[in-house]
Structure formats: C-alpha cells, structure tokens
C-alpha cells in the first residue's frame, strides 16, 4: 500500500474511516500514528498546512518525554525519525528558595540509581514536528487533511465530516485533540473549569559554561518555579539547556524582554547554584500565561477528548505533554482491542472505559501540580519550613524517590 498523503481540492472523493482525529499536534499525531499501524483506518485533520510548523530556525522550546510517552512514540514509528538527538534526563535536583541567594540546604535529589533507565528524554520541539509529520506520511492507514476546515456532524450511528470543499467522508468515532479551547468540546457542549494562576512562564534555551551532565533542576522561588533540562549540545554551543521560568504575569514579560546580558544575570539569579556557570541566551524567548483546566466529562455521542482538550496542568512538573501521551497510549490500548474484537469505535461503552480509565488519573495530576504550586509559589516562613523539610524527608527515604520516579516515567 502507497503512503498516505495530504489531501488537496483535486484529491478524489475520500474514503470513510475508522478514527477521525481533529487537530495534528503531538497529541493528535501520536493517537493517529500509532491506531494507523495498528491497522485502524484513521483520517487526520488539521486547520494548518504541516510543513510550515516545521520552522527551520533553532527556536529555544524543548520537550521532556518520559519513558513511558516515549515508547509510545516508538510504537507509533515516531521516535525512530527525529532529526536531532535527544539528551536523556538522568538525575533530577529539586530545591527551594529565593532570588540572588543559595538554594536551602533541604532538597531532594533523584539519582541513577532511583531508576533503571533515564526519567525522560530532552526532544526539541521542532525535531518531534519534524518526526512526527513524517511518521504520519509514512503510514498506509492514515489519511492527513491539511490544512482542512470540517464541519463534524455526529449522529447516533455515524460521525460525518464535512469539508469545506465539499467533500465528506464518515467515521464511528472522531478524537478532538484540538486543543485547550477546542471547538469541538465547545459544540458538545461539555463544560469547562478554569483556574487561573496569574503566572506566566517564560521559555527558552540558555548555553552554559559547564556540562549538564544530563542534570535537571527544579528549583522553587517565591513567584513561580525555575526549571533548567538538559539538552543535546550543537557544535557552537556544546553545553545546552532549556528552562522554563514562571514568574507574575508583567513582570515575566518584562524579563523575557531584557538584553542578553540582564536576562542571563536574571537566569543565574534563579539557579539556586553555580553549576552550570556563566549563562548565555539562545534563539528566542517565548512566554505564555498560565492556567490550569478541565473538561467536566470526556465524552459525548461518537466523541472523545484528550490531551489539551479535556485538560491542562501547571508546567511545575513538566507533565502536561506527558498527560496527553498517557492519554493515547490508553485510548489506543482500548481502540485496538476493540478493532482486534471487531467492537463499533464508537460505542457508548467504549467511550465510557476511556473515560474511567483516565479522567480520575488526570485529575489527580491536576491538583497535585495546583497543590505544589501553591505549595511552593510564596514566602511564608511556615509553608516554606514545611515544604523544605517535606523534600528532605523525601530524601532519605529511597522507596519513596523510586516511587515518585515511576510515576512521573509513567511506566
């Protein structure tokens, strides 16, 4: 069988599928990916063209894919094209404190040996777009439409999606992973709660004087958490990683908008340590408010959400592209059962499994990351006596580090 291709108006008539998943982000291609070589009939729909996401210049924004959203990527015959090599995240220092001084002397460290095998992988954002979009184009099953406008009509035994164009083709289930305003969940009618934090995180890549050695850094601050990953040196800056900065909305902005040399004295100022040495600023800086939500339910007739659609967590823990993947992998394990059974996609049963399969896990991440945050994200003496002993109780305790680890590999 020939591999799959974008569709364009001279395209004949399309063909009716298995899964129609709407939105082509990582969530979105993944799902699409992996039910394809499942040998699921899958059509993906996306209202932009693929090869524009593919921006060609190095810009700053990274992914930390944990081991067990990197199988899935494996499975899905994603992983295996990534332009770029991936840094693997081997130890993991996690501290409290403040601005310009040294981190407290109560922490937790997660080391090789709380684990038999990396916590995640250090992936650029561009480099998984890149493998991804080859991926889907490189899967017998899977139809990509992009860019594409749909109008979905879900019915009681049947999902239909209109193109703009004219053309349709039906579906017995269609996946909304279009995101945290999702036009889908919208016309489901499916309600939507909202927290805000009044923080916006700042991301960006920084090359410093010393190696990483494949070391992250969580470090909590009275206005929001500093986060440095390691990543993959490039020939002119050998030590490389990416940090996510979450500080009050206005005053991240005004920091992401500092020269060069101000930002890396703001950076080296949150770092709790000088191990990485003299920063430096890499490609662009990129900010984004931040903002905790979730669907009330996860289904309505013929659909499903996941990824950003039906959740979205604080970045304290660096698990909201995790939580989709884990998604996926849990739909797919029921979509394939259920093609291996000859079962309708789209049953009420079925989506009801996904759900219960998921949503009290997502829910649990989600206020575990809200309660951290809280936690953390201030200067009471009291709170902050109480979480700096919590870390290093943690730390003395190596049952209790290898469990937080396995759960944040997701394996």
Same mark, same amino acid.
């Given at each position: 069988?020939?591999?799959?291709? *974008?569709?364009?108006? !001279? +395209?004949?008539?399309?063909?009716?599928? @298995?899964?129609?998943?709407?939105? &082509?982000?990582? =969530?979105? #291609?993944?799902?699409?990916?992996?039910?394809?070589?499942?040998?699921?009939?899958?059509?993906?729909?996306?209202?932009?063209?693929?090869?524009?996401?593919?921006?060609?210049?190095?810009?700053?924004?990274?992914?930390?894919?944990?081991?067990?959203?990197?199988?899935?990527?494996?499975?899905?015959?994603?992983?295996?094209?990534?332009?770029?090599?991936?840094?693997?995240?081997?130890?993991?220092?996690?501290?409290?404190?403040?601005?310009?001084?040294?981190?407290?002397?109560?922490?937790?460290?997660?080391?090789?040996?709380?684990?038999?095998?990396?916590?995640?992988?250090?992936?650029?954002?561009?480099?998984?777009?890149?493998?991804?979009?080859?991926?889907?184009?490189?899967?017998?099953?899977?139809?990509?439409?992009?860019?594409?406008?749909?109008?979905? *009509?879900?019915?009681? !035994? +049947?999902?239909?999606?209109?193109?703009? @164009?004219?053309?349709?083709?039906? &579906?017995?289930? =269609?996946? #909304?992973?279009?995101?945290?305003?999702?036009?889908?969940?919208?016309?489901?009618?499916?309600?939507?709660?909202?927290?805000?934090?009044?923080?916006?995180?700042?991301?960006?890549?920084?090359?410093?004087?010393?190696?990483?050695?494949?070391?992250?850094?969580?470090?909590?601050?009275?206005?929001?958490?500093?986060?440095?990953?390691?990543?993959?040196?490039?020939?002119?800056?050998?030590?490389?990683?990416?940090?996510?900065?979450?500080?009050?909305?206005?005053?991240?902005?005004?920091?992401?908008?500092?020269?060069?040399?101000?930002?890396?004295?703001?950076?080296?100022?949150?770092?709790?340590?000088?191990?990485?040495?003299?920063?430096?600023?890499?490609?662009?800086?990129?900010?984004?408010?931040?903002?905790?939500?979730?669907?009330?339910?996860?289904?309505?007739?013929?659909?499903?959400?996941?990824?950003?659609?039906?959740?979205?967590?604080?970045?304290?823990?660096?698990?909201?592209?995790?939580?989709?993947?884990?998604?996926?992998?849990?739909?797919?394990?029921?979509?394939?059962?259920?093609?291996?059974?000859?079962?309708?996609?789209?049953?009420?049963?079925?989506?009801?499994?996904?759900?219960?399969?998921?949503?009290?896990?997502?829910?649990?991440?989600?206020?575990?990351?809200?309660?951290?945050?809280?936690?953390?994200?201030?200067?009471?003496?009291?709170?902050?006596?109480?979480?700096?002993?919590?870390?290093?109780?943690?730390?003395?305790?190596?049952?209790?580090?290898?469990?937080?680890?396995?759960?944040?590999?997701?394996?």
């Amino acid at each position: 069988m020939a591999a799959a291709s *974008e569709i364009t108006s !001279d +395209t004949p008539s399309l063909t009716d599928v @298995d899964v129609c998943v709407v939105g &082509a982000g990582p =969530v979105g #291609a993944a799902l699409a990916c992996r039910l394809a070589r499942a040998g699921i009939k899958v059509a993906i729909v996306d209202r932009m063209a693929l090869e524009p996401m593919e921006h060609p210049d190095f810009d700053g924004r990274a992914y930390a894919i944990a081991a067990g959203p990197r199988q899935l990527l494996e499975d899905a015959g994603v992983w295996e094209h990534l332009p770029l090599e991936s840094c693997p995240i081997e130890e993991i220092l996690v501290t409290d404190g403040r601005p310009g001084e040294p981190a407290s002397s109560l922490f937790v460290e997660f080391t090789r040996q709380d684990a038999s095998q990396p916590f995640g992988w250090m992936a650029e954002a561009r480099g998984l777009r890149v493998a991804l979009n080859k991926a889907m184009h490189h899967q017998a099953n899977l139809t990509v439409l992009a860019p594409a406008e749909v109008k979905v *009509e879900r019915q009681a !035994d +049947t999902v239909v999606i209109r193109l703009h @164009d004219g053309r349709s083709f039906k &579906a017995s289930l =269609v996946v #909304a992973a279009d995101g945290r305003k999702s036009r889908l969940r919208n016309e489901a009618g499916i309600p939507l709660t909202r927290l805000a934090y009044k923080q916006t995180a700042i991301v960006a890549a920084i090359a410093h004087e010393y190696p990483h050695d494949n070391a992250a850094l969580e470090h909590f601050l009275p206005a929001g958490p500093f986060a440095q990953l390691p990543m993959a040196g490039t020939e002119e800056y050998p030590n490389l990683s990416a940090i996510v900065w979450s500080d009050k909305d206005g005053v991240a902005e005004r920091f992401a908008a500092l020269p060069d040399d101000q930002f890396a004295r703001e950076i080296e100022r949150r770092m709790g340590n000088s191990r990485l040495g003299k920063v430096t600023p890499v490609g662009r800086r990129w900010t984004y408010p931040l903002s905790a939500q979730y669907a009330q339910r996860y289904t309505a007739t013929r659909l499903l959400l996941i990824g950003d659609a039906a959740h979205g967590i604080h970045p304290i823990a660096g698990q909201g592209l995790n939580l989709g993947f884990r998604d996926v992998i849990a739909l797919s394990d029921i979509l394939i059962k259920a093609h291996q059974r000859g079962e309708d996609y789209g049953s009420p049963a079925l989506l009801a499994r996904y759900q219960a399969r998921c949503r009290p896990a997502n829910m649990m991440m989600l206020a575990a990351t809200d309660v951290l945050d809280r936690l953390f994200s201030n200067n009471n003496p009291l709170l902050r006596l109480t979480r700096d002993l919590g870390l290093a109780g943690v730390n003395r305790i190596p049952a209790l580090r290898r469990a937080f680890v396995r759960h944040a590999m997701g394996v």
